[in-house]
């Protein structure tokens, strides 16, 4: 999450996104431990939380949880 908040130029706008897709890759493949590991899911809702502080709809929409 630290990496993701620092990258704060224009030219780290495609890190962010490779960040939340590496996300969206972990989520999709693992499903079951985002529904066994509560301290998962908080750490995931925190960096969603994140990417909304950030304006960036596009990486919040990646990194959702929520229809798992």
Not at 56 to 66: G, Q
Request: aromatic share 14%; proline share 1%; with cysteine.
């Amino acid at each position: 999450m630290s990496t993701y908040r620092d990258c704060n130029d224009d030219s780290h706008k495609m890190t962010r996104l490779k960040i939340c897709y590496f996300m969206r890759y972990w989520i999709v493949t693992f499903p079951a431990e985002f529904n066994l590991d509560l301290g998962l899911i908080q750490i995931t809702e925190e960096f969603r939380e994140v990417a909304a502080q950030l304006g960036s709809e596009e990486h919040f929409k990646l990194i959702d949880i929520s229809a798992m």
